[in-house]
């Protein structure tokens, strides 16, 4: 027991003893100090429960009002970043097709300007001899070329 809690039943003890009969002075004694001790048990485990139940309740609301800022502040984030990442997959998008564009009027430019290799000189084997030219057998006649009704 605490030493106030102690002088003061002391004193209501005595108290009630002094107004008591005195054949029954040790029984009441024990009796009023038991019943004492109970209710300051009572009373102090009243108090720690109440004061615990004000605590729970105050750490509730907390959690909840946290809880609220959290998810505001995450969907906050979350625009923000699905913003970011847009903007980045445009200048992406443009970006490609700039490369593409380029890679495109390089490509087309090499065609048009392609040097010729020496496999590609004709050599003296590729000029046509005598023989190979034609004669005037080879040479088409009227009778040779077809009409619309033929």
């Given at each position: 027991m605490s030493k106030?809690?102690?002088k003061a039943l002391d004193k209501v003890t005595e108290k009630v003893v002094e107004h008591t009969?005195?054949?029954i002075k040790e029984k009441v004694k024990d009796t009023v100090q038991d019943h004492a001790h109970e209710t300051f048990k009572e009373n102090v485990q009243e108090g720690v429960q109440s004061k615990v139940n004000q605590a729970s309740?105050?750490?509730q609301n907390t959690k909840e009002e946290n809880a609220s800022k959290v998810h505001s502040t995450a969907e906050k984030a979350k625009e923000k970043v699905q913003d970011a990442l847009?903007?980045?997959k445009?200048?992406?998008s443009t970006a490609k097709e700039a490369g593409d564009a380029f890679q495109e009027e390089?490509?087309?430019s090499r065609e048009s300007k392609t040097i010729k290799g020496v496999h590609d000189i004709k050599s003296s084997t590729n000029i046509k001899s005598s023989t190979n030219i034609k004669s005037y057998q080879n040479i088409k006649t009227s009778k040779d070329?077809?009409?619309i009704s033929s």
């Open positions: 106030p809690f102690g009969p005195e054949h309740e105050q750490l847009l903007s980045v445009e200048k992406v390089v490509s087309s070329i077809k009409t």
